[in-house]
């Protein structure tokens, strides 16, 4: 591996999506991510598809070692791999790794330099603090779950693990900060962030309002509450856009190329503040121009005219999209048993950093010898260790 981070030494006891989606962009820059499962796989190894999905996207180009960490010899490795790492992640239930005498406080007492970084559902401080917490807890207690959907409806989950996804990259940008301080100063540090602080913040633009104006948000579907048009949706002959268009140039713009250029003088209309009063008088002006167009004229019309507009498109319409395509996002990798698939690589592009590796998600325990034997373990002691179930290999 080439890149910024070649050299460097993760340790990662994570599972599911936070932790495994941060050490990934670590593997990315260069970084060798040394994956610890249980002997019988982390949880992502048994939920099926959902499971395999996860276990692909997150864990390219890792090692894997399986070590049953309630057995003292289990441990003893998991000490050895972790005093030859410069940074050790994790986000097992709060206390887990303590009960294992590899939380924190003894890592780092032990090796002062080392990068100790934690994930959790609720944080490490409040009362919440044992509880177990995945994606769709942090949505709902965040106040996602509170703004989407439609106004006379219930709320609605994001409908993808959004919170986790931005955790693993607000994760790994900590991450990152904590080791620029180690290369400068040779200390260690301890870096902690949760789900649900993650998904408080994603929403900074409605926390900035409600903390201006004491007004809580509210469900209203599509579109936004403050500014008309804006992400509001266009049915077409054959599918459908989204559209903003609020200010007075652009609002003045797309009622000209609609053909409705009275619309933009429409004292209902006429400014931004009346639009969002007047929005159900509106987008009936606004869709009826639209339903008479394809997808494609609507983008068409709009887009090369500086209105800002998007195709609402289906996954199999996003896997052909050349933009997507030309990012290069989609990578074909092989996994441990020489079969080829489509993934998913990291979202950003360094001129110093070769495209993703085409190495897949790491099969259970695959690189537990290769890992044991690097520390000094010999066959016979690798032999008996995976006879008493301490260690799974491949």
Known sequence: MTGPLAGVRVVDFGQFIAAPAATQILVDLGADVIKVEPVHGESSRLIGTYGEAILRNYNRNKRC????????????????????????????????????????????????????????????????????????????????????????GEPQRVGFPAVDAAAGHVFAQAILGAYIRRLRTGDGDTVETSLLEVAVHLQGPNWGEYLLTGNEPMRKGNGQPTVAPAADVMPTRDGAIVVSAYSVVHFARLCALLGRPELASDPR??????????????????????????????????????????????YGEVRKNPDVEATGIFIDVTDPDGVEHTTLGSPWHLGSVPRFSTAGAPALGQHTTEVLTEFGYATSTIDALTDAGVVHCR
């Open 65 to 152: 070692i399986a070590l049953d960490l309630k057995d003292d010899r289990g441990q003893q490795i998991a000490r050895d791999l972790i005093a030859s790492a410069d940074i050790v992640v994790q986000n097992l239930r709060p206390g887990v790794m303590e009960s294992f005498g590899l939380g924190a406080e003894d890592v780092r007492t032990a090796h002062p330099s080392i990068i100790y970084a934690t994930v959790s559902g609720f944080g490490l401080q409040g009362p919440s603090k044992y509880r177990p917490g995945l994606d769709i807890a942090a949505q709902a207690e965040s106040g996602i779950m509170w703004v989407t959907g439609e106004a006379d």
């Open 269 to 314: 209309f006429a400014t931004n503040e009346s639009r969002v009063r007047h929005r159900p008088a509106l987008l009936p002006e606004l869709r009826a121009e639209f339903a008479e167009m394809t997808s494609d004229d609507a983008m068409a019309l709009l887009t090369p005219n500086g209105v800002v507009a998007g195709r609402i498109s289906s």
